[in-house]
């Protein structure tokens, strides 16, 4: 067998959203397969696909494997990528990362966006239902592994439930979230179960690494198309597993967004937006019932706020839970969180972000894991990938990624960090308005501020790190705090 050495670099085409990236890329490809090239384009969505094929060039032959052309996706790429038949091959990042790393040898692997890399899966189980799935599974020092000798037990089960949601007559025990579980336990994935409720659930969580980076060490050549990189988890995890950065010829020239650009954050400066201070809690909730009154959370009163101060038709992302039943219809555009190829309402010139992107406490014990693991705190690279490049993603749908608008762009957005990594990528001239934040219903927060950067620097007194000059380093905390954080973590351990 002929070694082949792993292809450790990334090409990256890196710009602002709208700036052409796909563009640059597409007006490339009929040179690069004239000149022999076989390329697989991965894209995030099947809504993307059909765009990003729509737009290639007449007379350019391509095999297009998803989900809505053929029934075993897996089988069809396997096929495609073995004989070459075609050496223009468009899917999904979800199936080229699902077939073998070794096939994409000879291929240009082009990615539009970032792929996930890691997820943290985590759901509360009734004691019945764990019992179910503790028939094949066992606890041991608070995580579950595979009992012995029912691994076959859980693949039929596991069958059975992708057999019933395909439409089967059977029945299957298992829940959705038991089946989770389970094709995580017979992934390898490490699985965690935490103590008993009040109420008497528990928790199980996962920790999901993603095996994209060894079809990038195999292809010939590895693009991706982003906006951002830098300080996501996607970021960390690359630098992990060894990989380094270059330039992608389809980078785009992009001089900068031309509107006039106002930015409204809707908390106060210095408090971070949470979908927990967006709701009554539990003792107001009866307080409001036992009144009479209407149920109503701090978000609702905040986009009361928010809508007579907004132009046109502003799109609103929200999460689901925030129902906003009072809201008239046609009053907003209501978008996914996940905005990536939404150019529906590039008429626009206001956006509302009302999401959060801050970690659960199960995301918290999860990114202690990974810190274990590597050695290096992930709660920054976490907020980073779930809020902030949402965020920016967001508010680009609207008419800001238009050139020749000339109308203000007004975006509502969730707190100053938001505001701040907008200006600081793609919006360097926009103008930070605090003065919605000073009206908006939020609770002043009587608690002394606590620098943010103290959890992850207590994560890594956990890990017997306690070097002042390393953590530093490591967290950018100044080396003559972190002696007098050691000793309160020390006072905390003892107590």
């Known amino acids: 067998m002929i070694y082949v050495a792993p292809n450790k670099v990334i090409h990256t085409a890196v710009s602002a959203p709208g700036a052409g990236k796909t563009e640059a890329f597409i ?10 090239r076989s390329i697989v384009v991965a894209l995030p969505t099947l809504d993307l696909t059909d765009s990003f094929v729509s737009r290639l060039p007449l007379g350019v032959s391509r095999c297009v494997i998803n989900s809505t052309t053929c029934d075993h996706v897996g089988t069809e790429l396997t096929a495609a990528l073995q004989k070459k038949t075609n050496h223009l091959i468009i899917t999904t990042h979800q199936s080229v990362f699902a077939v073998r790393p070794s096939l994409l040898r000879g291929w240009m692997l082009v990615v539009d966006e970032l792929p996930p890399v890691v997820d943290f899966p985590a759901y509360p189980f009734e004691p019945s239902e764990l019992a179910h799935l503790l028939v094949s599974a066992v606890e041991h020092d608070g995580r579950l592994h595979i009992r012995e000798g029912c691994a076959d037990a859980i693949a039929t089960s596991l069958a059975t439930f992708m057999a019933v949601s395909a439409g089967a007559e059977r029945t299957s025990m298992l829940s959705k979230e038991g089946a989770r579980i389970y094709g995580c336990l017979m992934d390898g994935h490490p699985v965690f179960i935490d103590s008993e409720m009040a109420n008497g659930n528990r928790y199980v969580r996962a920790i999901i690494e993603f095996s994209c ?30 990989f380094t950065y270059a330039r992608s010829d389809f980078t785009p020239a992009f001089d900068g967004y031309k509107s006039n650009i106002t930015i409204y954050p809707v908390m106060p400066k210095g408090r971070n937006y949470s979908t927990t201070a ?4 539990a003792h107001e909730c009866r307080a409001t019932q ?14 009361k706020i928010v809508l007579p101060r907004a132009t046109g038709t502003p799109l609103l992302f929200s999460n689901k839970w925030a129902s906003f039943r009072w809201l008239r219809k046609g009053a907003v555009h209501r978008c ?11 008429g626009e010139t206001n956006a509302i972000l009302l999401f959060g992107g801050n970690p659960s406490p199960s995301d918290h014990l999860a990114l202690d894991y990974l810190a274990a693991k590597y050695g290096r705190v992930f709660r920054q690279a976490f907020v980073t990938t779930r809020l902030l ?11 800001v990624r238009v050139r020749e608008n000339t109308q203000p762009i007004s975006l509502f957005v969730q707190d100053e960090r938001v505001a701040e990594y907008l200006v600081s990528t793609y919006m360097p001239k926009a103008v930070i308005d605090w003065s919605l934040s000073q009206i908006t219903p939020v609770k002043a927060d009587g608690r002394k501020v606590e620098d943010l950067r103290k959890p992850d620097v207590f994560a890594l007194f956990e890990q017997n790190i306690t070097s002042p000059a390393k953590i530093s380093k490591i967290t950018t905390v100044h080396r003559n705090t972190i002696p007098k954080w050691l000793k309160e973590w020390k006072s905390l351990k003892a107590a």
């Open 278 to 281: 967006m709701a009554l809690t």
């Open 27 to 36: 007006s490339q490809i009929p040179t690069l397969l004239c000149a022999g």
């Open 389 to 399: 490049e949402p965020s920016l993603q967001a508010a680009t749908r609207t008419a």
């Open 290 to 303: 036992q009144q009479g009154q209407v149920q109503s959370q701090v978000i609702d009163d905040i986009l």
């Open 213 to 242: 980076w060894d079809t990038f060490a195999a292809a010939e050549e590895v693009h991706i198309l982003t906006a951002t990189v830098e300080g996501s988890l996607f970021d960390y995890l690359a630098q992990e597993h060894e």
């Open 336 to 346: 996914s969180i996940d905005s990536r190829g939404l150019n529906d309402y590039q």
